[in-house]
């Protein structure tokens, strides 16, 4: 008895999730499917999906084609709408491969949803009607022999000119490179003007967290000389992997980066009380050794 009222509940379990992936279907466009080098196209992924399940975040990394922005998922009534902007930097045929898009109920069920490949079309910024001939440019003409002045007369003035040079730009990188201590001291600083998170209104913890966000990225570039604003969490982290940084502190502020990202860019998460992301990066801060 017990055995056939289990094959029942698989039963009904299997009929519902089969109905819930009936229910489910994707659309992907684009702004446009022909481009130049470097334009800028704006991708739009409409996910139609009962209103018990999530989407959750795919990973858009492709060989080819370069992500320039992406904006939260837009909940709707019917579904997710997902945005991102991409780009390519040579002429040819592409096209963004079929993304498999998972999505997920309060019950912990798991259905995915494909997209079909969306082609593009990358033209060359050079016209094909631009056929001019042009006339051969003139041989330029040799310049009149200069006067012999002393070598070593040219050589003083070059090591003079060179050394005043290479003062001024050492005198200059100094007043504008804030030392070791100061970069510490700010980001410190600026962590402690923060408001807690507890004590803000809903819609105000989001800024508080990218604010959070924004100082440890402007901490790690200046403390170890990495562009952190123009790179993905992972390419930062492979990047931190060739510092002086232990590997323990790398992994801890990876994942403090990972829950971070996973809040900005999901409007279904939200941050629990008592979760002020600046107290771990405070820590890190502190006790992160730095570059001589």
């Known amino acids: 008895m017990k055995s056939v009222v289990f094959l029942f509940l698989l039963g009904m379990l299997a009929t519902a999730v089969t109905h819930a992936q009936e229910q489910v279907t994707t659309t ?3 702004d446009r499917d022909t481009l130049t080098v470097g334009d800028p196209v704006l991708v739009t992924v409409a996910v139609r999906h009962p209103v018990s399940y999530r989407l959750q975040l795919p990973a858009l990394t492709w060989d080819e084609i370069e992500l320039l922005d992406m904006t939260a998922p837009e909940q709707t009534e019917q579904g997710t709408i997902l ?3 991409i780009t390519l930097w040579a002429p040819g045929a592409y096209e963004i491969p079929a993304m498999s898009l998972a999505l997920e109920n309060d019950a912990g069920e798991t259905i995915t949803a494909v997209t ?7 033209h060359s910024v050079l016209t094909d009607d631009d056929r001019e001939l042009r ?7 040799l310049p009149p022999t200069p006067i012999r002045w002393q070598p070593w007369l040219l050589l003083a003035l070059a090591m003079g000119g060179g050394t005043v040079i290479w003062k001024r730009r050492r005198m200059s990188l100094q007043k504008d490179t804030p030392s070791i201590p100061t970069i510490k001291q700010e980001a410190l600083v600026q ?3 923060l408001a807690e998170p507890d004590s803000l209104q809903p819609e105000r913890k989001a800024d ?3 604010a959070v966000y ?4 402007q901490f790690l570039q200046q403390a170890y000389g990495i562009p952190a604003p123009q790179r993905t969490t992972s390419e930062l982290f492979e ?4 510092t002086a940084l232990p590997r323990q502190q790398q992994a801890a502020i990876l994942e403090q980066l990972q829950q971070m990202d996973a809040l900005r860019f999901s409007q279904q998460a939200k941050m629990t009380p008592g979760q002020p992301f600046s107290d771990p990066v405070r820590r890190f801060i502190q006790s992160a050794p730095l570059p001589e």
């Open 28 to 30: 992907i466009t684009a």
């Open 239 to 242: 990047t931190l992997a060739q």
């Open 116 to 122: 079909e490949p969306l082609p593009l079309t990358v």
């Open 208 to 210: 508080y967290l990218t």
């Open 83 to 85: 945005r991102f902007t």
């Open 191 to 193: 962590l402690d003007n």
């Open 214 to 217: 924004h100082i440890l990225r």
């Open 135 to 141: 006339d051969i440019r003139p041989q330029a003409a």
